[in-house]
Nanobody
Framework: QVQLVESGGGLVQPGGSLRLSCAAS????????MGWYRQAPGKQRELVAA???????NYGDSVKGRFTISRDNAKNTVYLQMNSLKPEDTAVYYC???????????WGQGTQVTVSS
């Protein structure tokens, strides 16, 4: 069993910042990828950012240069620093962990991010 708990979402004005956190617990292997995906109403879920346990990162094109993903492996926690937020960033953000050695994915419940003036 693996559980992911997201926090940090909310309402922010355009140009503002938020930091999302996701803490994983349970049977977590050290070798994994943790990341963030988002889904806006009527749209497909898309990759925001992902980070491997070895430190490699990958970003979606729409957030490159604005968002930064980081990890604390000792705490099994991943963060997403979101700067220069735009209304187009409004979505439910989901935390994900991929346990590569067993090929399984787990998802959090999601946290709402709304960017509006």
């Amino acid at each position: 069993q693996v559980q992911l708990v997201e926090s940090g979402g909310g309402l922010v004005q355009p140009g503002g910042s938020l930091r999302l956190s996701c803490a994983a617990s349970g049977s977590i292997f050290s070798i994994n990828t943790m990341g963030w995906y988002r889904q806006a109403p009527g749209k497909q879920r898309e990759l925001v950012a992902a980070a491997t346990s070895s430190g490699n990162t990958n970003y979606g094109d729409s957030v490159k240069g604005r968002f930064t993903i980081s990890r604390d492996n000792a705490k099994n926690t991943v963060y997403l620093q979101m700067n220069s937020l735009k209304p187009e960033d409004t979505a439910v953000y989901y935390c994900n962990i991929n346990l590569r050695l067993i090929g399984k994915d787990y998802w959090g419940q999601g946290t709402q991010v709304t960017v509006s003036s």
